[in-house]
Every structure is written in C-alpha cells, then in structure tokens.
C-alpha cells in the first residue's frame, strides 16, 4: 500500500471511528474545551494582574530625607547624584512646603500643625522610579545606595506594601500553574478513558487487522488522527466560549475594574498567540489521551 494510500485509508478510518460513537467523541471533545477554556481564562487573569501590578508599581516613590545642615546647593548636588543612581527624576521638597502638604491631608486636624514652634520635617528628595526598577530586589538595593550617600539622613519605598504585592503575583502565579497541571492530567485522563471506551467498541476491527498482518503502528494510526481531531474541536470550541464570554462580559468587566487598571489597561481575552497556544494545546491532549488508550489496549 503507498503512503498516499494509507494516509487516506487512516483519515477514513478515523472519520468512520468520530461518526461510530459520537457521544464518547462529545464527552471527549467537551472535556478538552473546558481545560483550553479554563486555562484562556486563567492566561488572562494572569495578564490582568501584570497590569495591575504595573499600575501599581507606578505609584512606587523613593522618599529621601536629608539632613537639615545641607544647604540648597548641596542638596542640588545630592539631587543630581541620585538621579544618575536611579535613572529616574528626583523633586527637591523644602520643609515647608512638606508641612504645607502633611496639613493638606490631615485636612481639619492639619490646622494643629501651625502652633508647632518648629518645623519638625527635613527637606527631602522624592524619587520617580524607572519600571525596570520597580521590583522589590532593585528597590531594596537602590535604598542601600542611597543610604550610603552623605547628607542623607532615611530612605523610605514603602518596603513592606512592595514586597507583599509581590508575594501575592508570585503565590498567584504559582497557584495558576498548579491548578493547570491538575486539569491538564484530568484532562489527559478523561480523555483516554472516552477514546478507550471507542476503541473498544472497534475490538472486532483491531482484531481482524492484527489477523492480517497489520502492524501495531498501522493499527494505532487512526485513532491518533481521532484523538488529534478531538483536540482540534475542543480547541475550537474553547475558542469559541473566549469569543462569547469576552462580548457577552468584557464590557462589565472593563467598568469593573477600570478604577484599578485604568480605562485601557483591561487585556483582551485572546490574541493570536494565545489562540494558537490553545490549538497546539488542544491537538496534544487529543494525540496525548488516544497514545495512551490505544497503547493500553493493545497492550491488553
């Protein structure tokens, strides 16, 4: 038989096997649009809480409190230093306008500032971060060569509010990745029960191939193009849902969630990378759970 041949008779086969036992084929091709499905949703999820914390992040000041001996030439000069240090800007705050600020906020209690017989705040420098050292190692670091510069009194990032933004990214992202090891192995493991189910409702098939002389491989064939055309369905289906739950609920989402990300920072549902990450998905699990179905039964 020439390969031509063969290539046709094994996509016959596998069209045959898909229209033979459609209700296993469904529950196969559901389960595996559920996984892609859940795991688009959890790509955006994971993408929405960059942007969240970048917008965050762009909130990070270095607040540099100097000494109140250095003169305004010398704290000219300290500015000037660490704006090479940082790569960011730096605003001299004088004291005065510091207390002007503080009674601000407090906003009817500020009026208690004014019988002080002194200024109690030191002028200080207020740092714009660059984003690239926004993360909690870079921040920590730079205080450190602040902190080492003369006239330079306190450091202040907000340590502990950046180091738990961070730790909640990480312990998300961590979690992201457990869950879809554990839906991807249901998955795989559902998947191959179904095939197994439709490959043995074909036993007496195998069982005259084997009689002819045919080759596990030959045999296995088929059923891998099955397996490779459920995930192709389930990929498309989960495709599909992204679509519909992304018009349907985008719009509500986006004015949900607009105070904290801004009203361009909610992130599309699916891009073209991300959809062809899903189909390349969707085709693994379908050859992953028919390999195995078909490798147990024969073994059998």
């Known amino acids: ?128 971060v660059p984003a690239d050292r926004r993360t909690p190692g870079a921040l920590k670091a730079l205080a450190q060569q602040l902190r080492a510069m003369p006239g330079v009194t306190g450091v202040d990032y907000g340590e502990e509010a950046v180091e738990r933004l961070s730790a909640i990214s990480k312990a998300l992202r961590y979690g992201g990745w457990v869950a879809f090891a554990v839906v991807l192995l249901a998955t795989v493991v559902i998947v191959s029960a ?45 495709l599909a849902g992204l679509v519909a739950f992304e018009r349907l609920a985008g719009p509500g989402l986006a004015s949900l969630f607009s105070f904290l990300v801004g009203p361009g920072g909610m992130v599309p549902l699916l891009e073209p990378g991300i959809a062809l990450q899903l189909l390349a998905a969707g085709c693994a699990l379908g050859l992953g759970g028919s390999f195995i179905a078909v490798g147990r039964f024969l073994r059998v």
């Open 1 to 128: 038989m020439s390969v031509l041949a063969k290539a046709a008779y094994f996509w016959r086969s596998a069209a045959s096997g898909l229209r033979h036992a459609p209700f296993i084929h469904f529950i196969a091709v559901t389960t595996i649009a559920i996984a892609l499905f859940s795991a688009g949703l959890a790509q955006a999820t994971g993408r929405m809480v960059d942007a969240l914390i970048g917008s965050l992040g762009g909130e990070v000041q270095v607040t540099v409190y100097l000494s109140p001996e250095l003169d305004e030439e010398g704290a000219e000069v300290l500015r000037e230093r660490m704006v090479t240090v940082s790569g960011g800007r730096a605003s001299l705050v004088p004291p005065q306008a510091a207390l002007m600020r503080l009674a601000n906020e407090l906003g009817d209690l500020g009026e208690a500032l004014a019988q002080l017989p002194e200024n109690p705040l030191p002028p200080s420098l207020e740092l714009e």
């Open 194 to 238: 179904t095939l197994q189910l439709a490959i043995y409702a074909r036993r007496g098939e195998i069982e005259i191939q084997k009689l002819v002389g045919a080759t596990d491989r030959f045999v296995k064939a088929p059923f891998l193009i099955e397996g490779f055309l459920q995930g192709l369905l389930g990929a498309g289906v989960a």
